[in-house]
């Protein structure tokens, strides 16, 4: 089983221009890659493999990019021994050549490889050394996209162990290259300053939590993403913070505006789950009637949409059940 985790970066090997010939057939493979026909970018690759060790040999440049590739690829084909030793070769070809920026960013790779299938100290040995590495030959800024994987994984590492000081600082790293990459107001800095928002909310600490929600907000207002989901949720999340500060009302009035959101771009599933809050939060205040009335809207929601035996609906039903 993997966990699954949105990851939106290419974990290319970077590429100096090598043959004519060798870069043709690579280019094919890397093409399979991107469109995600990885049964065909597969066969291709198997295939420059036996090429590039004929013609270059296992300790060559060539070869640690074609493993590189044939390790993304058999990821993505939940080959995870393959990938493994993919990965594990193209980091020793590339340091046989002395390229450690490729050695960095193969272990940003293998170490993504681990945490997916739950072998986080793997993970984070091999992520820490490729962030060590970047990190000290980064005084120009010249690694800061090379940055951002190893710092996301990180940060979810740290963020499931409940070590949230590392999880913190790790997420401060990530949106700090973010922001010098993409700017001050992309769409990705919001959303990744709500995780912060929340790690401050897991570690108890409520004012810094709502600075960060307001630094998503700030953002989001103005790039909130597809149909504004993302400011949506951010809203429906500083209802929660203000739910677990005791201020019912103050939830009340973010959960609200992310309802609004939610109704207008049909997003069933956020709904849902902002008018069982809503629910939570006029229970809090004794007003059963109201509580009842959202509890009833999220099970209707979720009962459409997913039946009646799924989790979210259960819990929705239990929670119209007690105020009826």
Same mark, same amino acid.
């Given at each position: 089983?993997?966990?699954?985790?949105? %990851?939106?970066?290419?974990?290319?090997?970077?590429?100096?221009?090598?043959?004519?010939?060798?870069?043709?057939?690579? *280019?094919?493979?890397?093409?399979?890659?991107?469109?995600?026909?990885?049964?065909?970018?597969?066969?291709?690759?198997?295939?420059?493999?036996?090429?590039?060790?004929?013609?270059?040999?296992?300790?060559?440049?060539?070869?640690?990019?074609?493993? @590189?590739?044939?390790?993304?690829?058999?990821?993505?084909? *939940?080959?995870?021994? /393959?990938?493994?030793?993919?990965?594990?070769?193209?980091?020793?070809?590339?340091?046989?050549?002395?390229?450690?920026?490729?050695?960095? %960013?193969?272990?940003?790779?293998?170490? !993504?490889?681990?945490?997916?299938?739950?072998?986080?100290?793997?993970?984070?040995?091999?992520?820490?050394?490729?962030? =060590?590495?970047?990190?000290?030959?980064?005084?120009?800024?010249?690694?800061?996209?090379?940055? #951002?994987?190893?710092?996301?994984?990180?940060?979810?590492?740290?963020?499931? =162990?409940?070590?949230?000081?590392?999880?913190?600082?790790? #997420?401060?790293?990530?949106?700090?290259?973010?922001?010098? =990459?993409?700017?001050? &107001?992309? &769409?990705?800095?919001?959303?990744?300053?709500?995780?912060?928002?929340?790690?401050?909310?897991?570690?108890?600490?409520?004012?810094?939590?709502?600075?960060?929600?307001?630094?998503?907000?700030?953002?989001?207002?103005?790039?909130?993403?597809?149909?504004?989901? =993302?400011? !949506?949720?951010?809203?429906?999340?500083?209802?929660?913070?203000? *739910?677990?500060?005791?201020?019912?009302?103050?939830?009340?009035?973010?959960?609200?505006?992310?309802?609004?959101?939610?109704?207008?771009?049909?997003? #069933?599933?956020?709904?849902?789950?902002?008018?069982?809050?809503? !629910?939570?939060?006029?229970?809090?205040?004794?007003?059963?009637?109201?509580?009842?009335?959202?509890?009833?809207?999220?099970?209707?929601?979720?009962?459409?949409?997913?039946?009646?035996?799924?989790? /979210?609906?259960?819990?929705?039903?239990? @929670?119209?059940?007690?105020?009826?």
């Amino acid at each position: 089983m993997k966990k699954l985790v949105v %990851i939106v970066m290419i974990f290319i090997s970077f590429v100096f221009i090598i043959s004519d010939e060798w870069q043709s057939k690579y *280019d094919v493979v890397y093409g399979y890659y991107l469109s995600k026909d990885y049964e065909n970018g597969y066969k291709k690759g198997l295939e420059l493999l036996d090429y590039t060790l004929k013609e270059y040999g296992s300790k060559s440049s060539e070869a640690g990019h074609i493993y @590189n590739i044939l390790g993304l690829i058999s990821k993505n084909l *939940d080959k995870f021994d /393959e990938s493994e030793t993919y990965f594990t070769k193209s980091i020793t070809a590339f340091k046989m050549v002395n390229d450690y920026r490729n050695v960095s %960013i193969i272990k940003s790779n293998l170490g !993504g490889l681990y945490f997916d299938y739950f072998y986080d100290d793997l993970a984070r040995e091999n992520l820490e050394d490729a962030v =060590s590495w970047f990190e000290q030959n980064n005084s120009n800024g010249k690694y800061d996209k090379d940055l #951002m994987n190893p710092y996301y994984y990180l940060y979810e590492i740290y963020n499931y =162990s409940y070590d949230y000081p590392k999880a913190i600082d790790y #997420m401060k790293k990530l949106i700090n290259v973010e922001e010098k =990459s993409y700017g001050n &107001t992309d &769409t990705i800095v919001g959303v990744d300053y709500r995780s912060l928002a929340w790690l401050y909310i897991y570690s108890e600490d409520f004012s810094n939590a709502e600075k960060n929600f307001e630094k998503s907000l700030s953002i989001l207002k103005v790039n909130g993403g597809k149909n504004n989901i =993302s400011l !949506g949720i951010t809203y429906n999340d500083y209802g929660v913070l203000y *739910d677990y500060k005791g201020e019912y009302n103050k939830a009340l009035d973010y959960y609200k505006k992310a309802a609004g959101i939610f109704e207008k771009s049909n997003n #069933m599933v956020e709904l849902a789950n902002t008018y069982n809050n809503m !629910g939570l939060a006029y229970e809090k205040l004794d007003k059963l009637s109201d509580a009842k009335i959202y509890y009833q809207k999220a099970y209707d929601i979720s009962k459409r949409e997913y039946g009646e035996k799924n989790d /979210e609906t259960k819990k929705y039903k239990e @929670n119209l059940d007690r105020v009826k």
